[in-house]
């Protein structure tokens, strides 16, 4: 097989095997002459991307470890800028994976939508989890499922997933501008896990409607680290930002008095077109698909 690095070399027997282990664990590599073990080979010690993913996808055809196949290799396409194979990828064989290996094909698939600028299909998507949520269906009924980031493995909760999974829909809804349904999504993720990058995106949701009482409240908040993560000098930098630009739009204008009629009318048509784009069943601003998920009546409108 291409690489072979760890196969026999001739004598020497247990201190081969010893050397053979311990390349698999350095590399990471599965032991083994399979496809899929020849598509890791590639990716990890090769640093042949492309050949992996040819190899992954003989992998999957051959039904050789399908769940990691299709993950490893959509992980690879995304890195080679190839989003929307990727998407195809899981929509095309995902049948053939495990239960168990479906909420995280999905979680390839937000980050994937996000990527190819698919926003209705990732809100659809993350509208679904969190019904499964709500169901109990998620984490195949336990409350916490062990994850894995750069080779280290822990703990999510339930609530936790809540919070992420809402952070990712309420900036769904600020990339089609639908800053009031981002807002009350935001604000349902920080009262289940309040966080300083999301209460940011909360505050900008409030300038862009006008709120600026409600933005700066939100935004010192962070500023003065009464939120997790408010210690990060990027998240910490970006309120500042955001706090002045709030004081910039309160602060009164110095132009003719016709400049400011003019500016009153400009902001007076964004309402308008604010409320025209708005979602008619939100009535509260408490999360529908939290408290009426199981019919789906007051859905959140794309």
């Not at 993720?189 to 862009?208: F, R, S, V």
């Not at 997790?228 to 706090?243: F, N, Q, R, T, W």
């Not at 004081?247 to 008095?257: F, G, I, K, L, N």
């Not at 939100?282 to 939290?290: A, D, G, H, M, W």
Request: charge should be positive.
């Amino acid at each position: 097989m291409e690489g072979g690095n760890w196969k026999r070399r001739g004598g020497g027997g247990g201190e081969e095997e010893k050397n053979k282990d311990l390349f698999h664990v350095i590399h990471k590599v599965p032991p083994g002459d399979s496809p899929y073990v020849r598509a890791k080979h590639l990716q990890l010690v090769e640093k042949d991307p492309d050949a992996s993913i040819l190899w992954f996808w003989k992998a999957i055809n051959a039904r050789d470890r399908v769940d990691s196949a299709l993950k490893d290799m959509v992980v690879a396409m995304k890195q080679q800028g190839r989003a929307q194979q990727a998407v195809e990828a899981i929509r095309s064989f995902r049948h053939l994976c495990t239960k168990q290996a479906q909420q995280s094909l999905d979680n390839l698939l937000i980050d994937l939508y996000k990527k190819c600028g698919m926003i209705d299909e990732q809100i659809k998507l993350l509208k679904q989890k969190l019904h499964m949520i709500f169901l109990g269906e998620a984490f195949n009924g336990k409350t916490t499922k062990t994850a894995r980031s750069h080779g280290k493995k822990f703990q999510i909760s339930i609530k936790q997933e809540s919070a992420r999974i809402l952070g990712n829909l309420g900036w769904a809804y600020m990339q089609k501008n639908n800053y009031s349904a981002a807002e009350a999504v935001y604000r349902k993720a920080q009262m289940i896990e309040p966080d300083a990058n999301k209460a940011c995106n909360l505050g900008l949701c409030l300038i862009k409607q006008g709120k600026f009482d409600e933005a700066r409240e939100v935004l010192e908040d962070v500023v003065q680290c009464k939120l997790p993560s408010s210690g990060d000098a990027k998240i910490v930098k970006k309120a500042e930002e955001l706090m002045r630009e709030v004081d910039d739009r309160r602060r009164p204008s110095t132009s003719a008095a016709l400049d400011v009629v003019l500016g009153i009318e400009e902001e007076i048509m964004e309402r308008i077109e604010l409320v025209m784009n708005e979602w008619s069943p939100f009535r509260s601003r408490r999360l529908p698909i939290f408290e009426e998920i199981s019919t789906f009546r007051d859905q959140i409108a794309c």
